[in-house]
Nanobody, 122 residues
Framework: VQLQASGGGLVQAGDSLSLSCVAS?????LAWFRQAPGKEREFVAA????????LYADSVKGRLTISRDNGKNSVYLQMNSLKAEDTAVYYC???????????????????WGQGTQVTVSS
């Protein structure tokens, strides 16, 4: 499975931005991670195939929303009220596993997109 992320850009604090990621095949769990300069990659949000399970990092709850369209093999990240600390390269990730226990762990995702840069100016 190959993943192609898009939608990043330069915005001002308080603005909104939407990221998209298209997979070349069927996926089960989908997630977004991000890596800020000089920091480790961190979990942002994850979604189960049925969209019944949604998980978020505490730092993005209430501002970022993950969703998916299985018919389009796509996952989205709607980002509202962006802050300077949201600046990072955002990666989409996919897994063929149906396990929900490790949805926040990057080690449990086999497939990764190339990343898209999001820069929020304050």
């Amino acid at each position: 499975v190959q993943l192609q992320a898009s939608g990043g850009g330069l915005v001002q604090a308080g603005d909104s931005l939407s990221l998209s990621c298209v997979a070349s095949g069927r996926t089960y769990r989908l997630a977004w991670f991000r890596q800020a300069p000089g920091k480790e990659r961190e979990f942002v949000a994850a979604i189960s195939r049925s969209s019944s399970i949604l998980l978020y990092a505490d730092s993005v709850k209430g501002r970022l929303t993950i969703s998916r369209d299985n018919g389009k093999n796509s996952v989205y990240l709607q980002m509202n009220s962006l802050k300077a600390e949201d600046t990072a390269v955002y990666y989409c990730a996919a897994s063929s596993s149906v396990s929900l226990a490790t949805m926040k762990s990057e080690n449990s995702y086999e497939y990764w997109g190339q990343g898209t840069q999001v820069t929020v100016s304050s």
